[in-house]
């Protein structure tokens, strides 16, 4: 099992903060600090960590915020994470100090901001100026948007996903992505796929509440698309086309329904245990005499606890099938995470439940996981 990420944010962090600061600003009350940052702080996770190291930061730095800033600012690091031996997070107390303290100081919170992110991230904290200082933000994400460095790009779409996890959400934005979209305008054809995966994220996020406008924009997009582009389309339209959106697998060339058919499903072993790795294979057959373009999903219905099932849909390939053909076996190799037993009591696979459905071009194979 994974350690939790709190395990790489233990007791050294508050300690390694209160030493940078103290290098430049010689007055800071470093026990004084360290000591309310570590008051309760081992029964806390990750993210209230952050915040109790920031309301620490706040009590003992100078009253004035634009000073208490460009205190923080001057005790950061190397401005490439890769340049320093800091744990992961390190950073997050600083960003939230900035969102929670920062919102009548627009100036030296932007400025920390850019500073920030070029460091870890102020996905976290530019949200609250979204939200109290649309126009102004905005104006700030589209300056920013052209900025050199790749982090402070990324911030313009990461900071505006209107879903953003662990992260509050932006009403607004979900309500008429139109603003986002003007910035995302900007980035669709980034230099770096680390923008541009920011990019998709985000119209995935703005897809769930307003799918008609991620269909238009995708569509507007492909038209002459360079790869990068439809590579960062088809990322964008992932969850509508794992809903089976028709319009979504248009756009992707997925439009028809498919003429195939699943031989050979096996799935082996028919009862897993608690860490059991489950293996699926199966081949799918071209029933028509065209060649067919198919994408093939994998559906599991995991029983719940009130006995209700509920679907969760995995990517597997695109397969080309020739007239008639078959593609070879295609197989969920033992070990793979996507079909780990780790309910609390054993599965049984029933062979009834085992199921072929065409959604379109989509093929989904689905596998009914029931609890015994």
């Known amino acids: ?29 470093v026990r004084g600090f360290t000591a309310a940052a570590l008051d309760g702080y081992e ?30 600012i001057d005790s950061l690091g190397p401005d490439s994470p890769a340049d320093n031996d800091l744990p ?22 932007m400025r920390a901001q850019y500073e920030l992110t070029q460091r870890f991230t102020a996905e976290f904290s530019i949200r609250p100026f979204l939200i109290h200082h649309q126009a102004r933000t905005l104006k700030r994400l589209e300056q920013w ?3 050199d460095n790749v982090h402070v790009r990324r911030l313009v779409s990461e900071g505006t996903r209107p879903r953003l996890p662990w992260a509050m959400r932006l009403p607004a934005f979900q309500r008429d992505p139109r603003p986002v979209l003007t910035l995302l305008e900007c980035l669709k054809d980034d230099p770096e796929q680390y923008v541009r995966r920011s990019v998709a994220n985000n119209l995935n996020d703005i897809g769930k509440d307003n799918p008609a406008v991620l269909i238009a924009t995708a569509a507007r997009w492909l038209k002459n698309a360079p790869p990068p582009r439809a590579a960062l389309l088809r990322h964008a339209l992932r969850s509508s086309i794992k809903a089976g959106d028709q319009r979504a697998l248009a756009l992707l060339g997925f439009g028809a329904n498919a ?41 599991v219905h995991y029983a719940k606890a009130n006995g209700k099932t509920a679907a969760k849909v995995y990517k597997l390939k695109r397969v080309e099938l020739a007239p008639r053909a078959a593609a070879s076996a295609m197989l969920i190799e033992p070990g793979s995470a996507l079909m780990r037993a780790a309910r609390s009591r054993p599965f049984a696979i029933g062979e009834s439940a085992r199921t072929m459905k065409a959604i379109g071009s989509v093929i989904r194979l689905a596998i009914g996981v029931n609890a015994k």
Request: charged share 25%; net charge positive.
């Open 43 to 72: 029964k806390l996770e990750l993210m209230p960590r952050a915040r109790h190291i920031a309301a620490a930061l706040h009590r003992h730095l100078p009253d004035d915020f634009t000073t208490a800033a460009s205190i923080l």
């Open 259 to 299: 003429e195939v058919a699943l031989r050979s499903i096996a799935i082996a072993p028919e009862r897993a245990r608690i860490g059991d790795k489950i293996s699926i294979a199966f081949e799918i057959v071209n029933k028509s005499k065209r060649p067919q373009r198919v994408l093939v999903d994998l559906k």
């Open 88 to 109: 992961p997070f390190f950073y997050l107390p600083h960003v939230l100090f900035v969102a929670a303290y920062g919102l009548d100081h627009f100036e030296p919170s």
């Open 145 to 147: 948007s052209a900025d």
């Open 1 to 29: 099992m994974a350690e939790p990420l709190k395990s790489g944010f233990g007791c050294a962090v508050p300690k390694r903060i209160a030493t940078l600061i103290a290098a430049v600003h010689p007055r800071f009350d």
